[in-house]
């Protein structure tokens, strides 16, 4: 297995991925993908079995501690001397679930996050994984009321260093 981050290159792989892995409502667009790998693409972690991407994770860093909507959306918000690691998203093609791909990009992603100097990360997550994310240190503040993306109820959740 191979982790690294992503390029401009990577934008046909990661958009057919995301629509394979969420709901319409939820799924980044390869437009926003676009922008998001402009703007961020060493937040971008992508991990492959060979040339095959089997599962990948994006979000930016800010200062804002709170992830909110327009997050999704506005890639300018980025700001790389921020204090916070967002995560957006965390695929797996749906062939290759529970196998603990998922859990080596948190990994890879916490240990980043803390190398650069970073408070923490910071995700949301539907009710289901809630105990999924607390194996890695996550603690669930509640119900996020920042963020309705999509429309689905989000669990705001937080590792701090």
């Not at 089997?54 to 804002?64: C, H, S």
């Not at 100097?117 to 539907?126: I, P």
């Not at 920042?146 to 937080?158: D, F, I």
């Amino acid at each position: 297995m191979l982790i690294r981050t992503a390029t401009l290159n990577d934008l046909e792989a990661v958009s057919k991925m995301e629509a394979a892995c969420f709901p319409p409502a939820e799924a980044a667009t390869r437009e926003i993908f676009a922008q998001r790998l402009a703007s961020y693409g060493n937040h971008f972690w992508l991990l492959f079995e060979g040339e095959q991407l089997l599962a990948f994770a994006d979000g930016f860093v800010t200062n804002e501690p709170d992830l909110f909507d327009a997050m999704y959306e506005k890639a300018e918000l980025h700001n790389e001397e921020g204090q916070w690691q967002m995560i957006f998203g965390l695929n797996t093609l749906p062939a290759f679930r529970r196998q603990g791909l998922a859990g080596q990009l948190l990994r890879r992603i916490i240990a980043d996050t803390r190398s650069q100097g970073r408070r923490g990360v910071v995700l949301t997550c539907k009710e289901r994984l809630i105990p999924y994310y607390a194996k890695f240190g996550f603690r669930d503040e509640g119900i996020s009321n920042k963020s309705r993306h999509g429309g689905a109820v989000w669990h705001q959740m937080r590792l701090e260093f």
